[in-house]
């Protein structure tokens, strides 16, 4: 499985991005997602999962009502809409697959992408 994930850029705080991750290989439909974030050293951490079929979702507490997580079997494609953007979630964002029926934790995933930056300027 590779995920390829991209959208990442700068942007002033209260602006949005959206980014996506696609896949090839594997069985994405039946594959719960994740988006990861990691600023610098600080662990990596879980903002958003979603289940296969796109019918369960789980956030993070600090994005609540800002971030959305959402998906496109046809297309292989999990995306995160981010919006109202603060200086605190500058990261690098992840996205990750896990054949479990859904994850939180890192180690309960199996396949990253590479990483896209977000920096949100203040």
């Known amino acids: 499985v590779q995920l390829q994930a991209s959208g990442g850029g700068l942007v002033q705080a209260g602006g949005s991005l959206s980014l996506s991750c696609t896949a090839s290989?594997?069985?994405?439909?039946?594959?719960?997602m994740g988006w990861f974030r990691q600023a610098p050293g600080k662990e990596r951490e879980c903002v958003a999962s979603?289940?296969?079929?796109?019918?369960?979702?789980r956030y993070a507490d600090s994005v609540k009502g800002r971030f959305t997580i959402s998906r496109d079997n046809a297309k292989k494609t999990v995306y995160l809409q981010m919006n109202t953007l603060k200086p605190e979630d500058t990261a690098v964002y992840y996205c990750?697959?896990?054949?479990?029926?859904?994850?939180?934790?890192?180690?309960?995933?199996?396949?990253w992408g590479q990483g896209t930056l977000v920096t949100v300027s203040s």
């Open positions: 990750a697959t896990t054949y479990r029926a859904m994850g939180w934790v890192p180690d309960e995933y199996d396949y």
């Open positions: 290989g594997g069985i994405f439909s039946r594959s719960a």
């Open positions: 979603i289940n296969w079929s796109g019918g369960s979702t």
